[in-house]
């Protein structure tokens, strides 16, 4: 993530990460960045934007952005199965949702990578043109894809 006047770094990012850690902690957001082990460089974000989420049997809503210079290197992935599982398992959700762009390839083959494309519903196209693809997944729908892709 370079796009910014500073290197973007963990030191250089200490008060946003507070603030999110302040939003996690009055139950209003579950945010994550993702971080190199090594250099601290920050790598992309991913999170539940909205909590409570299961009011009134709403699905949680993730997603994971990664930079594009580490694209394709398995971050987007560990991350979005760390969010799916904490989505479920401490989060408590029923279901959760993710929703990208149509022409969005990068994300739609990280949800092929997870075996959630057959969740994928496309959407009609908006005033824009814009094609819409929602995923939503119970938590057995997940375990089962993890099963499949782990046998």
């Not at 990012?13 to 507070?18: G, L, Q, V």
């Not at 580490?70 to 599982?85: F, N, T």
């Not at 005033?127 to 499949?148: H, I, P």
Request: aromatic residues 8%; glycine residues 10%.
């Amino acid at each position: 993530m370079r796009d910014g006047p500073e290197e973007e770094t963990v030191p250089v990012y200490e008060a946003k990460i507070r603030e999110w850690n302040a939003a996690s902690e009055r139950g209003e957001k579950a945010l994550m960045v993702i971080a190199l082990k090594d250099t601290h460089e920050l790598i992309g974000m991913s999170g539940y934007p909205w909590l409570p989420a299961n009011a009134a049997g709403r699905a949680g809503n993730t997603g994971v952005m990664i930079d594009a210079s580490h694209a394709k290197k398995g971050y987007g992935r560990e991350a979005m199965s760390a969010m799916l599982d904490y989505g479920f398992d401490v989060l408590g959700f029923e279901r959760i949702e993710q929703a990208t762009h149509l022409v969005n390839t990068p994300y739609r083959a990280l949800v092929r990578s997870l075996g959630l494309e057959k969740f994928e519903v496309q959407g009609k196209p908006n005033a824009q043109g814009t094609v819409w693809c929602l995923y939503e997944v119970s938590r057995e729908e997940w375990q089962a894809a993890k099963a499949e892709r782990a046998g």
